[in-house]
């Protein structure tokens, strides 16, 4: 995958810190895989401990934290992030639980101090737990079997502190605790989606969501956006939420090769152009890739019209694939990409 540049929290433009404790690796290696616990896939922070200062809820907010000096509300200097009381003789640390919007298996954690100078936790653990159900948060917090992924691990002030995680298991929930109180910006969790196993095989599937096991393997670019928001479930509400590139001076095309759900029959395909007007493809086409490398093709090139929910019925396959490259000529931005099949076959 082609790498990207990590920038900065704010106005200050934090620097990225790599901590050898946890596993910690330059955040390029894992931070192209989606945010598997951000608002926009249905994450949530259901539980903490404390958050006297600032809400827990934006540590998993889209977007980099926001800052204004001299902010000032009842209880202090307005901070977009999670801020906890200081521990004044109190015994234990803080922490917050994450429900994960896609669950799966986690490949890396990004704990963002961005803003939080004076105020910041000298240190970090991140736990996780795989839940089935619908349990309360009352029980999430109570438990005691969380397996540690970061342990204990230094933080710095201002920064994206990146750590790598070293674990195949299915998780839905982690848990971020601070040594002992402080504040933390945002928590970004990048992983790989994993279905349910017991919902599965029960109906049509979208093979190409990210919530069901789909990944963006590889893009031409991304610019302007990130390629995984195509494999995002509901409806786009602005352009900043899909896969937009930037505009190309040469005779090439841009595209996105996508990991299916699993090798499966695609019925039909969606391609969202919504508020894309100006900068919509002109065309494009899908191709699919068996598991011995032969490429079938899917959707000639067609062409496509602006800010437009396209619905393309995929004729009978010969074979499942388990790839998908999506071509868009020449370049531009897509909501979403929808592909709507069977698993095996």
């Known amino acids: 995958m082609t790498a990207e540049i990590v920038t900065g929290g704010g106005k200050s433009a934090p620097q990225v810190r790599v901590h050898p404790t946890g596993s910690a690796a330059p955040a390029a290696d894992f931070t192209l895989l989606p945010d598997l616990a951000v608002r926009p896939l249905g994450g949530s922070v259901i539980w903490a401990n404390d958050e006297f200062f600032a809400e827990k809820e934006n540590l998993i907010n889209p977007g980099p934290a926001e800052y204004q000096p001299a902010t000032f509300g009842h209880k202090g200097q307005v901070y977009d992030g999670w801020e906890t009381r200081r521990h004044r003789g109190r015994p234990g640390d803080d922490f917050a639980i994450v429900r994960l919007g896609v669950p799966g298996v986690i490949r890396g954690v990004v704990v963002d101090t961005a803003w939080f100078k004076g105020n910041y936790p000298p240190a970090v653990s991140v736990a996780a737990l795989e839940v089935a159900d619908y349990p309360s948060a009352e029980s999430i917090a109570a438990r005691d079997d969380w397996e540690t992924l970061i342990d204990h691990a230094p933080v710095a002030g201002d920064s994206r502190n990146p750590f790598a995680v070293a674990s195949e298991r299915r998780w839905t929930h982690v848990k971020l605790t601070m040594h002992p109180d402080g504040g933390v910006a945002r928590l970004r969790v990048h992983g790989e989606g994993s279905p349910d196993p017991r919902l599965l095989g029960l109906g049509p599937l979208d093979l190409a969501a990210l919530e069901n096991g789909a990944l963006v393997l ?92 396209h619905q393309f019925a995929i004729a009978p396959m010969a074979a499942s694939v388990e790839e998908v490259r999506l071509d868009i000529y020449p370049d531009g931005g897509l909501a979403r990409l929808r592909l709507f099949g069977e698993l095996g076959g």
Request: hydrophobic share 30%; charged share 30%; with cysteine.
């Open 218 to 309: 590889d893009c031409s670019n991304r610019f302007y956006s990130s390629p995984n928001q195509l494999l995002y479930p509901g409806l786009a509400r602005r352009m900043g939420d899909g896969w937009e590139t930037a505009r190309r001076r040469d005779d090439g095309n841009d595209w996105v090769r996508i990991r299916l759900a699993g090798p499966g029959l695609i019925r039909l395909a969606e391609i969202d152009t919504s508020y894309f007007l100006g900068n919509s493809p002109g065309a494009a086409r899908l191709t699919g890739r068996t598991n011995d490398g032969t490429e079938l093709e899917l959707l000639p090139r067609t062409d496509l019209l602006p800010d437009t929910r």
